[in-house]
């Protein structure tokens, strides 16, 4: 299962999150063409990447940065870019466009520094967005934790699109983080796990101030933990979906994603 749209209207166009999500898009096309050449892909990494092993030999340091705007295929693209446009925007009408985009790249750069803390000898690269991407859902738990999602149910053949509140997707996701961190202990490429429990926790104590300004439980209480404005409302209907077979080769991934 996976979000496919909240019921929580921006009060404002949400041009930072729009940026980002064209700025990852076209970054990644840009190195599209490197995964037909292996090596190539692999240098290009090399100098863009997280490498945990290299901060611990004090260099590569850039890779902080430059990780979170990288990604590893296009469906881990996807994923993360709709995760950001779900709630991003929500995010970025309460913190304004600048506070958003440096409250998004502090998410980043905390992700990056819990990988890097759970294993500094790792010489995996490591890219992807969702560590700051996390931050946001951490701070969209805080704020509007009873916000309606719309999460889509995929068993077999068999599709459907389910309302469930904020903190329950949310919640049962940065649970599922720590499980698997922990269960990948030592794990050879794959998920950054840690990166996304870490840019979830700093997303959450960044925008603490910025819920307690609001009154903290008591902005809880005016709103029933709804969005503080009415929810959006879709009209859904039945679709008929053909039935799809996938194959995957089981090659393990090179680098960490997250």
């Not at 729009?18 to 090399?46: H, K, M, Q, R």
């Amino acid at each position: 299962m996976f979000p496919i749209r909240d019921h929580n209207p921006s009060g404002r166009t949400p041009y930072v999150t729009y940026a980002l999500i064209i700025a990852n898009s076209v970054i990644f096309l840009g190195y599209w063409a490197l995964f037909t050449d292996p090596a190539a892909l692999d240098a290009f990494f090399e100098r863009w990447a997280l490498f945990p092993s290299h901060i611990s030999q004090g260099y590569g340091y850039t890779g902080i940065i430059t990780s979170m705007f990288l990604h590893g295929g296009f469906m881990h693209l996807f994923g993360n870019m709709l995760f950001l446009f779900i709630f991003g925007d929500n995010i970025e009408d309460m913190l304004g466009h600048l506070r958003y985009l440096l409250f998004y790249l502090a998410s980043g750069i905390a992700a990056a520094l819990l990988q890097y803390v759970a294993d500094p000898s790792s010489a995996v690269p490591t890219v992807g967005a969702s560590g700051a991407i996390a931050g946001v859902m951490g701070a969209y738990l805080l704020l509007f934790p009873k916000a309606r999602v719309d999460i889509l149910i995929i068993l077999i053949i068999i599709f459907k699109v389910l309302p469930i509140p904020a903190w329950l997707l949310l919640a049962v996701w940065f649970g599922l983080q720590i499980f698997s961190g922990i269960g990948s202990a030592g794990a050879e490429g794959g998920v950054a796990y840690w990166a996304h429990v870490g840019g979830f926790l700093a997303g959450l104590v960044m925008i603490a101030p910025v819920w307690l300004a609001r009154g903290g439980p008591a902005f809880w209480n005016r709103t029933h933990g709804q969005p503080p404005h009415p929810a959006a409302h879709y009209a859904l209907g039945r679709t008929h979906i053909p039935r799809a077979g996938t194959r995957q080769n089981g090659r393990k991934d090179p680098w960490s994603r997250h």
